[in-house]
């Protein structure tokens, strides 16, 4: 008697965890607004990347650090709020979002310098060299 208790018992825990999950309807929307926030962040390293637009390399003080909770070939991607040095001598905020490797990670701290590479033509297009 008691294997048919125990085989009750656990269908009915199967059935309040299965009531307790979002649906696959919710989960797939959630997957697919995941995948376009991704698609986003990977347009605009791209653009920050293009090796045929004019860039220098200069170093830019991190302000703040957020792991965005999302990976990228097993990197975390980090939101990284930069003081970014102009041609003019003053200073101006940008973010980037990018992946970054886990051994750059002790370099990627608030009040740290790390070098980044800006487009001349789009000074927000800035990407971290780590």
């Known amino acids: 008697m008691g294997f048919f208790k125990d085989l009750k018992r656990t269908v009915d825990k ?25 698609n986003a962040q990977m347009a605009a390293m791209n653009a920050a990347l293009d090796p045929l637009a004019p860039s220098t390399t200069v170093d830019a003080t991190v302000v703040s650090v957020r792991d965005t909770g999302a990976q990228l070939n097993y990197q975390p991607m980090l939101e990284v709020a930069l003081l970014v040095p102009a041609a003019t001598g003053a200073t101006y905020p940008v973010t980037v979002s990018q992946p970054v490797p886990l051994s750059s990670l002790a370099r990627v701290q608030p009040g740290a310098s790390v070098p980044v590479r800006v487009r001349l033509d789009d000074p927000q297009a800035v990407y971290l060299i780590v």
Not at 14 to 25: A, Y
């Open 14 to 38: 199967s059935n309040e965890l299965r009531d307790q999950m979002p649906s696959t309807k919710d989960q797939m929307a959630a997957g697919i607004e995941s995948m376009k926030a991704m």
